[in-house]
């Protein structure tokens, strides 16, 4: 468990991190500053003895959603947005909405007086839980909290059937992706001439490949 | 001295309480989205904060931590097919503005 001056510095972290992303004019500087909040965030879960929830918050939003944030920006080629004139009843409730919001929970929190204090692990009481030859019980005897281990043990046997869904899931996922990135089929060009035809006389390579 | 579980439950709001904020203030839809995985994250925080608060036999309780497995899966998905419909969305009005998209306005 951490000290309370890290677990501050790490959610003050995260918290300028998330405030970057809403007020960042540029969007790729608000997937930047994403990354931050999110290298904050993995910095609690690391806190709080979720090592492998840690790194893979890491892995996965900072290495690979983010990419693919970063992508899409580049593919679209956006410009900086611009300044809106009637911007200011949308920031007036997008700042109204989630103060109330916090007041609530502080008011919630507030009724807790003695809020709980992070209970010991015991790991060496529970290496006799597990077979001797396995890595958990080496482990938990060392007076080590074999995170993965006992993660992965938990998900192929009582979330099995979850972890199956999840794949379709995916797959799914990707199918969907596929056919939502594929081009225009010709049913669809033949409903829409009008709007085809600049299409093809703003893109000469097109055409050149159409008559091949 | 370490932080309570008070400390933890109030940080994951606030984190919640800026993706709120961010999908209501900006009006470009990939920041928007951005925000929105934000606030799947607070959630995430929830989770592994009560995890690691109610111990099963003196270690932390995996079942939360699974769901945030899961969480981040859903996530991954998510953002794919999201960003293709954007993607087919830029496509077909060469805008990504939600202030231009009105077309159910009717």
């Given amino acids: ?212 | 001295m370490t932080p309570t579980l008070n400390e933890y439950l109030f940080i994951s709001g606030l984190l919640f309480a800026i993706g709120l904020g961010g999908v209501i203030i900006r009006r470009n839809i990939i920041v928007i989205f951005m925000c929105l995985e934000m606030m799947l994250a607070a959630a995430s925080l929830t989770l592994v904060a009560f995890s690691r608060f109610n111990t099963v036999d003196g270690l932390p309780d995996y079942d939360g931590q699974v769901v945030v497995f899961f969480i981040i899966t859903v996530a991954a998905a998510e953002v794919a097919v999201g960003l293709a419909i954007i993607v087919s969305l830029y496509r077909a009005r060469q805008t990504i503005n939600t202030d231009e998209l009105t077309s159910l306005k009717g």
């Fill in chain 1, 1 to 212: 468990m951490m000290p309370s001056p890290l677990f501050y510095l790490l959610a003050a972290l995260m918290f300028t991190g998330g405030l970057m992303v809403v007020f960042m004019r540029n969007p790729v500087s608000s997937a930047l500053s994403m990354v931050l909040s999110f290298i904050g965030l993995a910095g609690l879960f690391v806190g709080l003895n979720a090592y492998f929830i840690g790194i893979l918050q890491i892995l996965i939003y900072a290495g690979a959603i983010m990419v693919l944030f970063i992508f899409i920006i580049m593919l679209l080629d956006l410009k900086k947005e611009d300044e809106h004139p009637r911007r200011g009843a949308a920031m007036a409730a997008g700042i109204i909405i989630p103060v109330v919001l916090l007041i609530q929970l502080a008011g919630v929190l507030a009724t807790e007086q003695d809020s709980p204090k992070v209970p010991e692990l015991m790991l060496q009481e529970q290496a006799a839980e597990y077979d001797k030859e396995t890595i958990i019980h080496k482990r938990l005897a060392d007076n080590r909290l074999p995170d993965v281990h006992l993660t992965g043990r938990k998900i192929f046997t009582e979330f099995n059937f979850p972890l199956q869904i999840i794949a379709v899931l995916l797959l799914v996922a990707t199918v969907g992706c596929v056919a939502l990135s594929k081009k225009q089929t010709k049913t669809v060009v033949k409903k829409l001439p009008a709007q085809r035809i600049p299409t093809i006389a703003s893109a000469p390579d097109l055409t050149s490949k159409k008559n091949d």
